[in-house]
Structures are given as structure tokens and as C-alpha cells.
């Protein structure tokens, strides 16, 4: 698209009506690709949502303000007793019906970048397998292909990129043939982003023809799968409920028919899984109830004083953190855009490089955060529910992000997280597996595809009696 494809006076005058005229500051000295690139941002702007963001965080409020008492969530707990264990199985069978009846889709967040990872691609590229070093988006691939092949259903796997992303993330599947799930069934859809503002609400330049723009957070997925026309198309295949989760999960369990199926027994429009905190820091949000409905509050807003807090017992009160997986009800979120977008946005100071007055970069000091971001959480769809269900789930079965270069979260802790798994598999198939005496750990890699086992089922005519101290294992 070239400059003549827009009109540059019109949408001047646009931006000056709503206090961005500054954007055309360096117009006239732009080549012809420039002042297109530039227009074409501006075009897709939502002024009235920019005008009202700034209205609230800027020259009001800095944080949206609710109030009403906050206290722990009560959740489906891990089942001990007998009747805990036969409503699991009760719910097992719901979700598995569910999928069997092609109701369930299973839907993706991919739109951050490897950096933290040292890989200038999408997260989704990262080789994560401990032996075969086979990529998040491969591992995530062959679940959905193990649920299909098991309730032969033909799942639909939907994914949600960023303009970082997408570009990569699509020629790399398409390298890959989607990994054995065909074209036709997955579908690609890219989330909108928002321009960073200044302390007086002005948009940011991040060069003179580039606006600072970034995604609208983890939440934003709700209005992309809308907008992209996705809940339409899932609509028209009978897919009534939707398995999400982030790309930076090795572990989690996708469509687990448990979850799906309290879901579905509930007739609820999101549920949410949780897993107990490490300890009252662990950087995640914590489910909690609110005006009778549940909420997550982000580790940064809730008060140390509640953080900290425990029962009579020692325990953490507020102790089960979101791990974001959740299930959602088509028609709820078609409901959350029928009139709009409905998530509230949050506010996020960042330190951003930006083009000053001058038109040369902005010298940033150390700690300035000149920048604030708009962002929406996926977890606040809870606070538009009328019905909802929340679960505990084991973090050892269900939840390890690969977030961090090194330390908690990184692939080093991934992969560790990973073999542990599948060692629990084999030795409950009468596996002898090596470990290390002083400490307990393996000392062996082992792999296994999920083609070969989802849950550790079907393990007993295929794994080794003993493993050899040092070797590698990969079915």
C-alpha cells in the first residue's frame, strides 16, 4: 500500500481532533514508504478507545477500582476421598463425551518472541525436547494429534500470533506440514496491539514513521478469535468449547477431559485451572472471590499484607495461583464482543525508546520508565461470568512456563519438569529408572512422544524393564 492509498489531511485532522497531531511532526521529511507505514498505523487506530484509556489512566485513576471484600476461592481440589474421585471420573466422562461429539477446539497464545531465550523467533520455535529437542510448537502439535487419534475427532487447533510472530510462526508450520494436523484444521489469527502513550496521554513515536505500538496483552486472544471471524467458523463445525493455554507450557495438559468436563457438567462460560503457590512471591496471579464471583489478582496489586497471610494451620491463605489455562464457552465470548470489546484494559510503565521533540531518540535514564502501556488480562473474562468453575491441579503434572534464560521457569527447569514426568510414567509401568543417590535426580534422559502416551497410558508393552545410568530414552 502506498501513501496515495490513504488521505493524510483527513487523518491529520483526525489525530489533531484527538490530541495527536504531534504524529505528523516529521511528515513532510518522509520517503513515500515511510509516510504510508505511518498512515496505515494511524488509520488502524481506535481513537475512542485511546481517548478513553487516557481519560482513565492518565487524568484519572491510575488502576480501575473495585471494591468488596477479597477472599481465598474456594476450588475443585486434587480428589482424596472416594466421593472427591467418583465426581472426577463422572467428569472425565463428560469431557469425553464432549470431545467424541467434535464439541471441543483447542486454542493456542503464541505471540511472544524467544529474546528472554536468546532466539530471535517465536517462543513456539524453541527446542525444548530433552532428547529428540523437538519445538514447544511440535510438542503442543502432537497432543492435539494423540486427543485426535484418541476420541477421533477432528479438533481444531486455533493460534493466536503477534505482528512479531505471525510471519515466522506460519512459514514454520507450513515447513513442518502442521505436524501431521492439516492445513484445513488450523487456523492462524493475529491480536491487535495499542500505541504506548507519554505522561500527558500523547502517542509515542518509536521512529518518525512508526508508531510505539505493542500487543493488548494475554486477553486481547478474546478479541482476536472475534474479530478474525474464528468463532463463526467453530460455530459452523459444532465446536461449543474451547481448551486455551500459553505456548510456553511444556507440561500442560491440553483438553484434559477432567477439566472439560467439570466445564461442561457446570454449564459454565470460563473455567480456570490453578496449582499451589511455591511460596507467597511466586510471580502469578491468585485466584480469588470477589462480589460473589471469582477474580485473579496480579502478584504486583495484591497487598503484601494478604500475600502473606495463612490460615491456622500455616498455610498461605490466598494459595492458588493462575497458571493460565483455562476453558471457555464459544458463545461467551462472542458474548464478551458483541457490543464491543469487554475486557478492561490495565496500565504497564515500561522504559521504551522513543523519538524525542528533536526527531533524533530519546536518552533514557537508568530506571525511567517513560512509557505506558494498555493491556488486558484473559484471566478478568471470571468477572463477566455468571457461572464459572475453578481447579487444582498438580504443578508437577500440569504447569512449567519456559520463561527464563536460566533459574526458576527457564528450559533448563523445563526439561528437568519434563523427564520427571515421564519417569513417573515408566516407573508406574515397571520401569527401573536411574537416579542419582546423593540427591535423588535421574541420571538419564528420557523422552516420550506424546503420539505414544498423553497421560502415561499404554506404556506397559512398550517401555524398557531398566534403564542404563546415562543413556538416552526416547519412545
Known amino acids: 500500500m502506498s501513501e496515495v492509498d490513504y488521505d493524510p489531511a483527513a487523518l491529520c485532522t483526525m489525530a489533531t481532533a484527538h490530541g495527536q497531531g504531534h504524529l505528523f511532526n516529521f511528515f513532510d521529511e518522509l520517503p513515500e514508504a515511510g509516510r504510508a507505514r505511518l498512515l496505515k498505523q494511524i488509520d488502524s487506530l481506535e481513537f475512542s478507545v485511546v481517548d478513553r484509556l487516557i481519560a482513565q489512566f492518565i487524568h484519572g485513576a491510575n488502576q480501575l477500582a473495585e471494591g468488596g471484600r477479597i477472599d481465598p476461592a474456594e476450588v475443585i481440589t486434587i480428589p482424596a476421598t472416594p466421593e472427591e474421585k467418583k465426581a472426577e471420573q463422572e467428569a472425565r466422562e463428560a469431557g469425553e463425551a464432549a470431545f467424541r461429539e467434535g464439541r471441543v477446539g483447542c486454542f493456542l497464545v503464541a505471540g511472544g518472541q524467544g529474546t528472554r531465550l536468546g532466539i530471535q523467533a517465536p517462543k513456539g520455535t524453541f527446542e525444548i525436547g530433552p532428547v529428540t529437542e523437538r519445538s514447544l510448537y511440535q510438542l ?14 477432528a479438533i481444531p487447533w486455533l493460534i493466536m500470533t503477534s505482528d512479531a510472530t505471525d510471519e515466522q510462526t506460519c512459514a514454520f508450520l507450513a515447513e513442518h506440514k502442521c ?5 484445513d484444521t488450523v487456523r492462524i489469527f493475529k491480536q491487535a496491539n495499542m500505541p504506548a502513550v507519554d505522561s500527558q496521554g500523547r502517542i509515542l513515536l518509536q521512529a518518525k514513521d512508526e508508531l510505539a505500538l505493542s500487543p493488548n496483552g494475554h486477553g486481547g486472544a478474546i478479541k482476536a478469535i472475534y474479530d478474525s471471524g474464528t468463532v463463526h467458523w467453530l460455530k459452523r463445525q459444532g465446536v461449543d468449547t474451547l481448551s486455551y493455554f500459553q505456548v510456553d507450557n511444556v507440561l500442560v495438559k491440553i483438553g484434559d477431559p477432567v477439566f472439560i468436563g467439570h466445564h461442561v457438567l457446570e454449564r459454565a462460560q470460563v473455567s480456570v485451572k490453578v496449582c499451589r503457590k511455591r511460596d507467597w512471591q511466586e510471580r502469578v496471579g491468585s485466584l480469588c472471590w470477589r462480589n460473589g464471583r471469582f477474580c485473579v ?10 500475600a502473606k497471610e495463612t490460615d491456622e494451620q500455616g498455610a498461605l491463605k490466598f494459595c492458588q495461583g493462575s497458571i493460565a489455562i483455562h476453558v471457555f464457552d464459544v458463545g461467551f465470548i462472542e458474548e464478551l464482543n458483541r457490543a464491543g470489546f469487554q475486557l478492561p484494559y490495565h496500565k504497564a510503565q515500561k522504559a521504551l525508546p522513543c523519538v524525542g521533540p528533536d526527531g533524533n531518540l530519546a536518552v533514557l ?3 525511567e520508565k517513560n512509557a505506558i502501556k494498555f493491556e488486558s488480562y484473559i484471566f478478568d473474562t471470571l468477572s463477566y461470568a455468571q457461572r464459572a468453575v475453578a481447579m487444582e491441579t498438580p504443578r508437577e503434572e500440569d504447569f512449567s512456563p519456559v520463561k527464563n534464560a536460566e533459574g526458576e521457569d527457564s528450559p533448563a527447569t523445563a526439561r528437568r519438569d519434563l ?3 515421564y519417569a513417573r510414567w515408566l516407573e508406574a509401568a515397571g520401569t527401573k529408572v536411574p537416579r542419582k543417590k546423593a540427591d535423588g535426580a535421574l541420571n538419564c534422559r528420557i523422552e516420550i512422544s506424546p503420539l505414544t502416551s498423553l497421560e502415561g497410558e499404554g506404556l506397559e508393552g512398550v517401555a524398557p524393564k531398566k534403564i542404563k545410568a546415562r543413556s538416552d530414552v526416547v519412545l
Do not use: N, V
Not at 141 to 153: C, D, T, V
Not at 179 to 183: H, K, P, S, V, Y
Open 140 to 153: 503442543h502439535a502432537e497432543k492435539i494429534l494423540a486427543l485426535r487419534r484418541r476420541y477421533q475427532a
Open 179 to 183: 505436524f501431521g494436523l492439516g492445513t
Open 297 to 306: 489478582i496480579e502478584y504486583s496489586d495484591l497487598p503484601e499484607s494478604l
Open 365 to 367: 535514564q537508568p530506571g
Open 419 to 421: 523427564m520427571e514426568l
